[in-house]
């Protein structure tokens, strides 16, 4: 009896290790963009005013890259809150579309692990669940880890960023000009088709126009909705044209 239940926690250790290892050799790739980009987010949002413990707040509540760059952004210059947490909210809208689709793989758990488990969610840590729960080599317990190990890596980024940030003599001008480098980055990297870039066009100028007639920075908040509009207009008349064709 004893041999049965020795042999079974053996096993069980055995699993979890092969677990851990499985999942940390799937989220190197994130790990390796989260410690920089995250370093970056939080020098620059120490630049922005924003104090060490102010910085690894927001990154442990938000946890969404994109977002905490456009709320340093806007922090930065003196954007209102309520315009603040409507620009991060539009640009999380997403996150609901790419929960549901992981549901169907974690239906089964209990709303405690969902809970934090969806806390963890994001492009990266999105895109490896999802490839592995389809590939069937996949289950909650290494998506959990994928998502654990992501959470950490962006969140130590985001501290030593702050503490680098006291330190190294950057100038307002310079954290300004990175974050507007940084934007035009993520902006190019998306721009994989023709949906994009008429979306990246039509959303640029309407910021530019809109920034001009608005006296604060709501016109974020409107440009988001702006361009989510029209990708979702133009892909969903090409679904209906692909389908007419058929």
């Known amino acids: 009896m ?3 239940l020795e042999n079974g926690i053996i096993q069980s250790i055995k699993q979890i290790k092969g677990d851990i290892e499985e999942s ?6 994130i790990c390796l963009g989260y410690l920089p980009l995250g370093f970056a987010c939080g020098v ?4 922005a005013g924003l104090t060490i413990f102010e910085i690894a707040g927001m990154s442990l509540i938000v946890f969404a890259g994109s977002s905490q760059f456009i709320a340093v952004s806007m922090i930065g210059a003196n954007s209102s809150i309520e315009a603040i947490i409507m620009a991060t909210f539009v640009v999380n809208l997403r996150h609901f579309l790419m929960s549901s689709v992981l549901a169907k793989f974690l239906g089964s758990k209990k709303k405690n692990f969902l809970l934090i488990y969806s806390h963890g969610v994001t492009d990266e840590s999105f895109a490896i669940n999802y490839h ?16 654990i190990v992501a959470f950490a890596c962006w969140n130590f980024g985001n501290i030593i960023g702050s503490l680098a940030g006291a330190i190294l003599p950057i100038s307002n001008e310079i954290a300004s000009y990175t974050l507007t480098a940084m934007f035009i980055c993520l902006l190019v990297l998306n721009l994989k088709n023709k949906v ?9 100028a309407a910021s530019i126009c809109l920034s001009l007639i608005l006296k604060n920075s ?4 409107l440009t988001a909705i702006l361009g989510a ?4 207009f133009i892909e969903n008349k090409m679904i209906k044209k692909k389908k007419r064709e058929k």
Do not use: C, H
């Not at 994009?196 to 640029?204: A, K, R």
């Not at 709501?218 to 908040?221: D, E, K, L, S």
């Open 218 to 221: 709501f016109y974020i908040v």
């Open 2 to 4: 004893l041999n049965l």
């Open 44 to 47: 620059l949002a120490q630049k």
């Open 132 to 147: 592995k729960f389809t590939e069937g080599i996949w289950d909650s317990r290494k998506a959990m880890i994928v998502n």
């Open 196 to 204: 994009f870039i008429i979306v990246g066009i039509i959303t640029g």
């Open 24 to 29: 940390f050799i799937a989220v190197i790739p």
């Open 229 to 232: 509009s029209v990708g979702y």
